[in-house]
């Protein structure tokens, strides 16, 4: 067999674009994966509400219905405990700014670091400090969650079409039968 560096840029360009693909269906992909894990998951739900006598549109209806209940009380539980974090990080933040100071200055007492600072005026450009991060801090926060919400709502609305789609279409229900199997 003869080496090629043709092939071999072939090669390594199709790992790279591979990659490159991956990387950027990464936003679809990933709502994608929790969507199929959810419906794995729901997939005994729906089974034990139609042991129970509920047609398959209902039992799907149902089983999506709990999970949502179920995302939704987690949501609202952590949002209670961030924004009672939030009031006591404030709090907290002139604790650590009052530490902060006074071991700066005790350091620039005997060290000479700074120019000589007051601890009023220290605290103050300390404060402005963290009031212009915190508005970054602040803003990749909202994105963040933002997206994880986005995210939420598609990988739930993704995994509910597939009980749908598994209620309607009996051969999709054979083969996830099979690939539960295997």
Do not use: H
Request: glycine share 6%.
């Amino acid at each position: 067999m003869s080496f090629s560096f043709k092939n071999l840029f072939y090669i390594i360009s199709s790992v790279f674009g591979l990659f490159a693909i991956l990387i950027l269906a990464k936003p679809i992909l990933i709502p994608l994966a929790f969507a199929l894990l959810i419906s794995f998951i729901l997939l005994p739900l729906v089974k034990q509400f139609e042991k129970w006598g509920v047609r398959k549109i209902l039992a799907a209806f149902l089983s999506i219905f709990i999970i949502i209940i179920i995302l939704s009380g987690g949501i609202f539980l952590f949002s209670t405990q961030i924004i009672n974090l939030s009031t006591k990080v404030y709090d907290f933040q002139d604790k650590i700014l009052q530490v902060f100071t006074k071991a700066s200055l005790f350091f620039n007492k005997y060290l000479s670091f700074l120019p000589t600072v007051e601890e009023g005026e220290l605290i103050t450009r300390l404060k402005n400090w963290i009031d212009l991060s915190a508005g970054l801090l602040v803003s990749k926060t909202f994105n963040n969650s933002a997206a994880f919400l986005g995210g939420l709502v598609s990988t739930v609305y993704s995994g509910s079409i597939d009980p749908l789609f598994r209620s309607i279409d009996p051969p999709l229900e054979k083969g996830y039968l099979l690939l539960g199997n295997s």
